[in-house]
């Protein structure tokens, strides 16, 4: 019995410094346990989101995937899913940007009930946006200059040249 107290102390420590959120919701989306992460990830105490259903806090664009993965997670025989990325408000009401892997899971006392792992991954995508954008809008100064400018390898290979530069070389 001590040992198994200890394996459950020790779980319980990894689980309340984890900085990835732990949730189990029921098949219908209610939440019957989130870990602590909650509050530095999405602002809501625990007692807040208890009891409610998951669903009703995910952006109603992302709402339809975020029910269908979540289903399809239930069905699959215990297999983690790859991850599925939306939008889930936050406690201030910004949209958080969270990515979820999920899974069944036979409980004991509810039955089958869904754990699901989440990060938030909203400064990840508005990083990669903005490169984006910046590689977007630098590809067009390269092809509107009225100079030639051409890319070329370490190697001295030309990786790309402009239309200006074509137009003069012919």
């Known amino acids: 019995q001590w040992a198994l107290r200890e394996s459950e102390n020790r779980f319980r420590s990894l689980i309340e410094n984890l900085t990835d959120l732990i949730s189990v919701l029921t098949p219908d989306g209610v939440a ?8 530095s990830l999405l602002g809501y105490e625990a007692e807040e989101l208890l009891g409610k259903n ?15 993965y979540f289903s ?31 899974k069944p899971f036979l ?12 990060r938030d991954v909203t400064e990840q995508k508005a990083v990669l946006e903005a490169g984006r ?15 030639g400018i051409v890319l070329v390898s370490p190697e001295g290979k030309v990786i790309r040249s402009n239309p200006a530069l074509q137009k003069m070389l012919g």
């Open 32 to 39: 019957v346990y989130e870990s602590p992460a909650l509050v």
């Open 54 to 68: 998951m669903f009703d806090f995910v952006h109603p664009e992302d709402a339809p995937g975020a029910r269908g």
């Open 72 to 102: 399809e997670a239930l069905k699959s025989a215990g297999a983690m899913l790859r991850p599925f990325e939306y939008r889930f408000r936050h406690k201030n009401g910004s949209w958080r940007t969270l990515q979820s892997v999920g």
């Open 107 to 118: 409980d004991p006392e509810r039955g089958l009930v869904a754990i699901i792992t989440s």
């Open 133 to 147: 954008e910046s590689e977007s809008q630098l590809g067009a100064i390269f092809d509107r200059a009225t100079i």
